[in-house]
Nanobody
Framework: QVQLVESGGGLVQAGGSLRLSCAASGTVSSVKTMRWYRQTPGKERELVASISSGDNTNYADSVQGRFTISRDNAKNTVYLQMNSLKPEDTAVYYC???????????????WGQGTQVTVSS
C-alpha cells in the first residue's frame, strides 16, 4: 500500500518559519512531480509550489521568495520550507504526487492527509 505522510505543521507567529515534510511510503518505484497545495474553509484548494523529478520548481505568486520547495529522491520525500510567514498563509497544507508503484502499468495520483499551519498575528 502506498501513501503520502505529511508532518511539520503547527502554530507560529507572523514572521516565523516552519518546514513541512511529505514522504511516500510503500512499494514506490518512482515519484513524479511533487506538489504542495493549501486550502482554507470555503475556498478551493490552491497550488502553492511544485518540483519535478529533475528539480524544476514553480511557486504561486503569493509565496514566491518566502517558500522553498525541495525533494530527496532517495527518500521519496518533498519538503516545503516556509519563511516570513503571514496570517494569510494559515491553511491546511496537502502534498500531492503521481507515484509509479511496482507492478502497475501507470502512475497513480496520491494526496497526503493534510497538516494544519496556523500563523498568528
Amino acid at each position: 500500500q502506498v501513501q503520502l505522510v505529511e508532518s511539520g505543521g503547527g502554530l507560529v507567529q507572523a514572521g516565523g518559519s516552519l518546514r513541512l515534510s511529505c514522504a511516500a511510503s510503500g512499494t514506490v518505484s518512482s515519484v513524479k512531480t511533487m506538489r504542495w497545495y493549501r486550502q482554507t474553509p470555503g475556498k478551493e484548494r490552491e497550488l502553492v509550489a511544485s518540483i519535478s523529478s529533475g528539480d524544476n520548481t514553480n511557486y504561486a505568486d503569493s509565496v514566491q521568495g518566502r517558500f522553498t520547495i525541495s525533494r530527496d529522491n532517495a527518500k521519496n520525500t518533498v519538503y516545503l520550507q516556509m519563511n516570513s510567514l503571514k496570517p494569510e498563509d494559515t491553511a491546511v497544507y496537502y502534498c500531492y504526487a503521481p507515484i509509479q508503484v511496482y507492478g502497475m502499468s501507470a502512475p497513480y495520483s496520491y494526496w497526503g492527509q493534510g497538516t494544519q499551519v496556523t500563523v498568528s498575528s
